[in-house]
């Protein structure tokens, strides 16, 4: 893997400054922000095909809002856990505020309490697990799906263990990669706006879009490694989309 690539890339191409800064005003924009992941995925797809210049153009902001859409309605899916992790213990809770209002089921509705707060605190253990697991695996599952574009490649886990499993060196080559990228580029972001950010006005205006633009970097950092991955992980494969 060219990890120095990842961090370069994007000022090789002479029209980056307009592209990302319209990914920018995108991303910042509810619902229409749908098309910012769809370029990342983009990002990723052009990588994968050894595109010379991997930054798309937005001529096709239809088909990136509706992958976009496509990579959110899977998100839901994958959140429905955490919603069950929250959802269940609040309705023992609620049950234990209705027992209570009555002097002669005090008693039981302490019981339900507890009952839910216990219950609460070994799903929180089962929502931590779950929740890193997904965020190991996520980018594997960007990858297939910057390969097959539909909402079931989203749930293709036999193909997600198989992608990481058989490329696991650079899998997690990328996924540290990113993650030490990122926490280098808040650190100097960081430093810089809490040393202007005391400035008036124009110090606010500066920290917030040296934040805007340090997270758009960072996205496009992830998109450029694991297209990397892609590359290497269906180098061998026939393109099946």
Partial sequence: MDIG?????????????SKLGLGAVIAIVPILNFAWSGYMVGIMRNVANNISEPLPQWDDLEKKFSEGLILFAAGLVYA???L?????????????????????LQNIGQAVATAG??????????????A?????????????FSREGTFASCFNFREVIDLVSKNASSFFTAWIINL????????????????IGWIPCLGWIVALALGLSSGIYIATIYAHLFGQFGAI?????????
């Fill in 5 to 17: 690539k990842s961090f370069s890339f994007q000022f090789e191409d002479r029209q980056w400054i």
């Fill in 80 to 82: 429905l856990p955490m």
């Fill in 84 to 104: 069950i992790v929250i959802c269940l213990p609040l309705s023992f809770f609620v049950v234990s505020g209705i027992l209570s209002g009555s002097n002669n």
């Fill in 117 to 130: 707060g216990l219950l609460f605190y070994c799903l929180m253990c089962v929502f931590l697990i779950y």
């Fill in 132 to 144: 890193l697991i997904l965020s190991v695996i996520y980018p594997a599952i960007l990858v297939i």
């Fill in 180 to 195: 030490l990228g990122g926490l280098g580029v808040g650190l100097i972001v960081g430093i810089i706006n809490a040393i």
């Fill in 233 to 241: 992980a269906f180098s061998s494969r026939p393109r099946t989309a």
